[in-house]
Nanobody, 123 residues
Framework: QVQLVESGGGLVQVGDSLRLSCVAS????????VGWFRQAPGKEREFVARITWRGGSTHFADSVKGRFSISRDNAKNTVYLQMNSLKPEDTAVYYC????????????????WGQGTQVTVSS
């Protein structure tokens, strides 16, 4: 059983940057693919980014390509989502999720979820 805790959200201005962190406990972190998802009010949860077990491969939603990056430090059981050039449409609750095998943008494929962290981008 893996427990995930996100942090780093907040209120920022258009064009600012934020770095979200997802810290895992309860499992061998390098055994898990980690994804970031977000959910805005009134909208469905959507895929943002994904990183494979040792960070060898990453994948991004088209809406964040070129602005967001994802990385992981398995020694610290942590995955980071660096968000640059933030836009109002990036406003959402951001969730990290983990799974041993998920290589898909589908949220249903991930077994473990954090509680989320709010990101608000003000214009």
């Amino acid at each position: 059983q893996v427990q995930l805790v996100e942090s780093g959200g907040g209120l920022v201005q258009v064009g600012d940057s934020l770095r979200l962190s997802c810290v895992a406990s309860g499992g061998t972190f390098s055994n898990y693919v980690v994804g970031w998802f977000r959910q805005a009010p009134g909208k469905e949860r959507e895929f943002v980014a994904r990183i494979t077990w040792r960070g060898g491969s990453t994948h991004f939603a088209d809406s964040v390509k070129g602005r967001f990056s994802i990385s992981r430090d398995n020694a610290k059981n942590t995955v980071y989502l660096q968000m640059n050039s933030l836009k109002p449409e990036d406003t959402a609750v951001y969730y990290c999720a983990a799974d041993r095998t998920a290589l898909t943008p589908s949220s249903g494929a991930y077994d473990y979820w954090g509680q989320g962290t709010q990101v608000t981008v003000s214009s």
